[in-house]
T-cell receptor
């Protein structure tokens, strides 16, 4: 069975601080995809990144960066110089690679950036 | 770029009524997924379709049914509504094997917020 754990339920920081959201996963699959989605207060789910299990290169996109470590089954997400617009619930998710498979989500981390 | 379209955005129903939620996937996406998100919870997978055939089934109540039509849009039919069905219902679509690098990325619609009174 697949499982995703986001131990941080809520995080609150002041604008311009760096913040890291943790994600730990469990799967018996040898190949899989990991994702991060953002859910702003308006409610939609916005795709941020997909990482496949055989590519452990870290990725940076502007103020966002992702650290994938297969050895510790973790896929952490860091926002540098946070902004108020980053306030949202962030979900980490996992799916298999073969065919059209469902996303298994973590419980989500509610991030609040205070001005 | 075109996104996943869900209608209606909001729906209010009474207990024991029926509801139909519609989803129009991104053009050339052949796979549709339905998820249910209760208040303060993560999205839970209900059902998926690939090329108009049911692909996978999750924790979908027997009172719910869904299908994907020839134009790839999908409908989620919910009958004998209960208070516990109040939730945000998401539809997502993804490209199939021809999707290249975007294969297996699920793009979500804005959701339908269902309130059962």
């Amino acid at each position: 069975a697949q499982k995703v754990t986001q131990a941080q339920t809520e995080i609150s920081v002041v604008e311009k601080e760096d913040v890291t959201l943790d994600c730990v996963y469990e799967t018996r699959d040898t190949t899989y995809y990991l994702f991060w989605y953002k859910q702003p207060p308006s409610g939609e789910l916005v795709f941020l990144i997909r990482r496949n299990s055989f590519d452990e290169q870290n990725e940076i996109s502007g103020r966002y960066s992702w650290n994938f470590q297969k050895s510790t089954s973790s896929f952490n997400f860091t926002i540098t110089a946070s902004q108020v617009v980053d306030s949202a619930v962030y979900f980490c998710a996992l799916t298999g690679i073969q065919g059209a498979q469902k996303l298994v989500f973590g419980q989500g981390t509610r991030l609040t950036i205070n001005p | 770029a075109a996104g996943v379209i869900q209608s209606p955005r909001h729906l209010i129903k009474e207990k024991r009524e029926t509801a139909t939620l519609k989803c129009y996937p991104i053009p050339r996406h052949d796979t549709v997924y339905w998820y249910q998100q209760g208040p303060g919870q993560d999205p839970q997978f209900l059902i998926s379709f690939y090329e108009k055939m049911q692909s996978d089934k999750g924790s979908i109540p027997d009172r719910f049914s869904a299908q994907q039509f020839s134009d790839y849009h999908s409908e989620l039919n919910m009958s004998s509504l209960e208070l516990g069905d109040s939730a945000l219902y998401f539809c997502a679509s993804s490209p199939g094997l021809a999707g290249g690098p975007a294969k297996n990325i699920q793009y979500f619609g804005a959701g339908t917020r269902l309130s059962v009174l």
